[in-house]
């Protein structure tokens, strides 16, 4: 096993990698810019480095600072956590050529998945059902116009680089396709330098479900269920369950094999999430991540695995010593996201901590770098807490839900837990009946 791991990243997910390492006697190296020196990755790790400013290009995103901070302090292995640098290939082949071991899959299966073009490409090869679209870019517009009338109106521009719910146009009639393939390649060459772009259709009412994936370096490669992301902000995840409400067990079986089939094939090594659209009963493949997510939590609330602690132990060689049918799924799981926001605006409200208490009691669970004195910095993503509360049906889940949402202060910092508090009153959500478009049209309705 690894001696010493260098975490870069910060944040929730920094506390989140500690602690799986600090419970396998793995010390710690925190890397932090200068707005994070009090952070509680930083006060917690063994060591620390102060790797530069508060701009995350300067700091989690420099290369160079992070590889030296491995080297002064003699980290064997580097944990990307997620966003950053974890799906960034070159770093992946510097932290390798340095003699130190990337924890996560390889480069190639990192940049394959990283051009969505290409990984539907290989998803499609592998059998996996994929949304109906371009087979590949698409630069002229009289060539974007045959293939949306193929595959019918409206139709939804992706950039190949993507990510984050950014690099993406939807197109409802013919005259309007033209100019939003223009502008599309344009924003996502600003915003990701690289403006190949690709049509799929857009589908009216789906649900986004993904499957965890989990692989060794010997073979095994298993499915760990889904997970419902379909509560999106501006194609962005504000709650996550698993189970799905929508899926029955026919069909998670089903989808399940498939994935799995396609991981063990590929020769995937670690942790992943193959993401679906689903509608009428058909899983459509949208994109693969290459990383922890944040709502990895949910998952191993209802099958018990520390996905942390497999991935470091898949790292070093090790055996999953798990098969299929090891993997138990017991009673339901739900994650909020809750953001340093304006619940109404969303706009963020980065500032002091005055006091801060969590919720605690049966099946509760908060990840979370917050204490009572901590000041939240402008610099970063707004993500300040994840509640994950688990109960042997999704009826008690959301009951302790509701009260540990009720227990939870975070004083005076304004965040978005009324918002998870209204959505609690929906009965829609209390029947699971939502799509990727509701929780818009809720917030519509209630503002
Ligand atoms: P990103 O990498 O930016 O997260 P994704 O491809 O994962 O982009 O898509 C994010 C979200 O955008 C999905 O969860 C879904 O809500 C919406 N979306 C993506 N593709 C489609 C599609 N073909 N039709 C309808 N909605 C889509």
Redesign the pocket.
């Known amino acids: 096993m690894f001696e010493k791991v260098l975490i870069a990243n910060r944040g929730e997910i920094a506390l989140r990698v500690h602690r799986a390492c600090r419970e396998m006697g793995i010390s710690t190296v925190a890397v932090h810019s200068t707005a994070d020196s009090n952070a509680m990755h930083v006060r917690l790790a063994n060591e620390s480095v102060c790797i530069g400013p508060p701009s995350p290009l300067q700091s989690y995103l420099n290369i160079p600072g992070i590889i030296a901070a491995a080297e002064i302090t003699g980290a064997d292995a580097i944990h990307p956590g997620y966003g950053f640098l974890s799906e960034n290939a070159r770093f992946a082949d510097i932290v390798t050529a340095h003699g130190m071991t990337f924890i996560g899959p390889s480069a190639d299966h990192i940049r394959m998945m990283g051009d ?1 073009i290409a990984a539907k490409d290989a998803m499609r090869r592998l059998g996996v059902p994929v ?1 109906p679209g371009s087979d590949g870019p698409v630069s002229d517009p009289k060539q974007a116009a045959a293939v949306a009338a193929e595959i019918g109106y409206p139709v ?1 521009i ?1 950039a190949a680089a ?7 146009s939807v197109v409802r009639r013919p005259d309007d396709l033209a100019a939003a393939l223009q502008r599309t390649r344009a924003e996502a060459r600003a915003a990701f330098g690289d403006d190949s772009v690709y049509l ?4 009216d009412r ?1 649900r ?1 479900i993904e499957i965890q994936v989990i692989a060794d370096s010997h073979g095994t490669a298993l499915h760990l269920g889904e997970r419902d ?1 379909s509560l ?1 902000r501006r ?1 962005q995840k504000v709650l996550e369950e698993a189970p799905s409400p929508a899926l029955n067990a026919t069909d998670r079986e089903r989808i399940g094999r498939v994935v799995r089939d396609a991981i063990a094939e590929l020769g995937y090594l670690g942790v992943g999430t193959v ?1 679906f ?1 689903y509608e009428n009963g058909e899983f459509y493949f ?2 693969m991540n290459t990383r922890l997510q944040v709502e990895h939590p949910v998952t191993e609330m209802v099958t018990g695995l520390d996905l942390v602690r497999e991935q470091l132990r898949i790292a070093t060689g090790e055996r999953l010593g798990l098969r299929q049918e090891d993997i138990r799924f017991t009673g339901h799981a739900i994650e909020c996201r809750i953001n340093a926001e304006d619940p109404h605006t969303f706009q963020p409200t980065p500032g002091l901590v005055s006091s801060y208490h969590q919720p605690g009691g049966p099946g509760v669970r908060v990840d979370s770098a917050l204490y009572s004195g901590y000041r939240v910095p402008p610099n970063y993503d707004s993500l300040i807490a994840k509640l994950i509360v688990h109960g042997q049906s999704r009826d008690e889940c959301l009951m302790r839900l509701k009260r540990a949402l009720e227990e939870f202060v975070i004083h005076d910092l304004k965040n978005t837990i009324p918002l998870h508090q209204l959505l609690l009153e929906s009965q829609d959500f209390i029947d699971g009946a939502y799509d ?1 478009h509701w929780l818009e049209a809720f917030m519509a309705d209630r503002d």
């Open positions: 969505k949304v939804l992706k993507g990510g984050g719910g950014r690099g993406m799929e259709k857009y589908l789906p986004h992301c999106q194609h993401e659209l949208i994109e990727i």
